[in-house]
């Protein structure tokens, strides 16, 4: 009798030992989780098109890990798009496991990076570049000198 007890308490320390060393699954302990995704947009010529693929993705990605996952309660999901050697992120979804079972809409949970488009090179920024005076600027300047002088002679 005294030997099943002893028993029963080398495994009960060696089960405790091992969750806290993390090889045992921990179901009952919340877990966040970090995701990364990396598109590579070379063959994408919109930008638009572009975003869309990344919900679709970063939907199907959290869905998946919620369901394959109950431990996870919290996932945090970059995207990062490659596009002629640039590495630019494109959004951040920040959600818990109660907020996408209330509303499963990427859109509502994601932080989007405005310069992206400008970083991979969908658009081009505007430039403000000088333009050359008009004639009536000049019209006016030649006057001006030409009211200096005259001021001059006068003194």
Do not use: C
């Not at 939907?59 to 431990?71: E, L, M, R, V």
């Not at 081009?124 to 000198?145: D, G, K, L, M, V």
């Amino acid at each position: 009798m005294r030997f099943i007890k002893f028993l029963q308490q080398i495994s009960i320390s060696v089960v405790v030992a091992l969750v806290i060393e993390g090889a045992l699954p921990t179901v009952g302990w919340a877990q966040p989780r970090e995701l990364d995704i990396v598109m590579n947009a070379d063959a994408t010529a919109d930008f638009w098109q572009l975003m869309a693929e990344a919900e679709t993705l970063v939907t199907a990605n959290i869905s998946q890990t919620f369901a394959a996952n109950p431990s996870i309660t919290r996932l945090h999901v970059e995207v990062v798009a490659e596009r002629n050697g640039a590495v630019v992120p494109l959004m951040l979804t920040q959600v818990s496991r109660q907020s996408w079972q209330a509303e499963a809409e990427v859109a509502r949970w994601t932080q989007y990076f405005g310069n992206a488009q400008v970083l991979l090179s969908y658009v081009t920024p505007a430039i403000a570049t000088a333009s050359p005076p008009s004639r009536n600027a000049i019209t006016i300047t030649e006057r001006s000198q030409q009211q200096i002088q005259l001021e001059d002679a006068l003194d």
